[in-house]
């Protein structure tokens, strides 16, 4: 209900436009992200809670890597010390 409530007061509602946009909401919701949400929940209830949530740390990892290789984003030692944070915490978690 807050975050409904802060939505309304601080954000402007963008609704996807025409059918396309929808049938691509649709298909992230199945796929992609469905799939995520069904294996977490799996992963949650059978699997080793501790590794799960220290390789959780390699989605922001694993997605910036893939941005490079794409060539959508440059590498650069911001992105480098990161990594390495990321790294450290996933280290520290486990």
């Given at each position: ?15 996807p ?8 909401v ?29 390789a ?6 694993l ?13 650069s ?7 390495v ?10």
């Amino acid at each position: 209900v807050l975050s409904l409530a802060c939505h309304l007061a601080l954000e402007e509602t963008v609704l996807p436009v025409g059918a396309g946009q929808w049938l691509a909401v649709l298909g992230l919701g199945l796929m992609p992200v469905g799939a995520a949400f069904y294996a977490w929940d799996i992963g949650v209830k059978r699997g080793n809670i501790q590794v799960l949530g220290a390789a959780s740390y390699a989605a922001p990892l694993l997605s910036t890597l893939v941005l490079i290789a794409a060539g959508v984003a440059e590498p650069s030692l911001r992105i480098l010390a990161a990594c390495v944070l990321i790294t450290g915490g996933a280290a520290l978690a486990a």
